[in-house]
C-alpha cells in the first residue's frame, strides 16, 4: 500500500519551552524521540520507538553499530512521515554509552535535504 507524501507540516509542542512548533525543528525533536524510546515502554504505543538505544551496553563492534544504523533508519522511516531517511552514521561510540549519530534524509513536505547529529 503506497501511501503520499504530506502536503503540510505537522504542529507539535516543544519539549524544552511549551511552544508550538513544526517543520524541521518539530522533527528533528521526533526522530529523537523515536532514538531514545525503547520498544514496548509506552504503554498506549507498545510498538512505537526503536531498539537503537539497545547498543549503548554492547561491545562497540562491526555487528553492532551496523545492527543500529539498522534499528534507527526503520524506526524513522516508520515512524516520522515527513521524513525519508537516505544516509545514517555513527560517528561516536565510546566507553561512556554516548552514541553521536548523524543522520541525512529528505524532508518530505519542503523536498529538502536536511542533516541531523546529535548525542544520545
Do not use: C
Not at 46 to 69: K, T, Y
Amino acid at each position: 500500500m503506497a501511501t503520499t507524501p504530506p502536503t503540510e507540516h505537522l504542529i507539535d509542542i516543544d519539549r524544552e519551552t511549551g511552544e508550538y512548533i513544526q517543520g524541521w525543528p518539530r522533527i528533528k525533536q521526533s526522530i529523537k524521540t523515536i532514538l531514545t524510546t525503547r520498544l514496548r515502554t509506552r504503554l498506549m504505543r507498545l510498538w512505537w520507538g526503536s531498539n537503537f538505544s539497545d547498543m549503548q551496553d554492547r561491545p562497540g563492534n562491526q555487528e553492532v553499530i551496523m545492527g543500529g544504523m539498522m534499528a534507527a533508519i526503520a524506526a524513522i522511516n516508520a515512524y516520522e512521515p515527513e521524513f525519508k531517511v537516505t544516509r545514517v552514521s555513527i560517528d561516536a561510540f565510546d566507553a561512556s554509552g554516548e552514541i553521536t549519530i548523524t543522520i541525512d534524509g529528505t524532508d518530505l513536505v519542503d523536498a529538502a535535504l536536511k542533516r541531523l547529529k546529535t548525542s544520545i
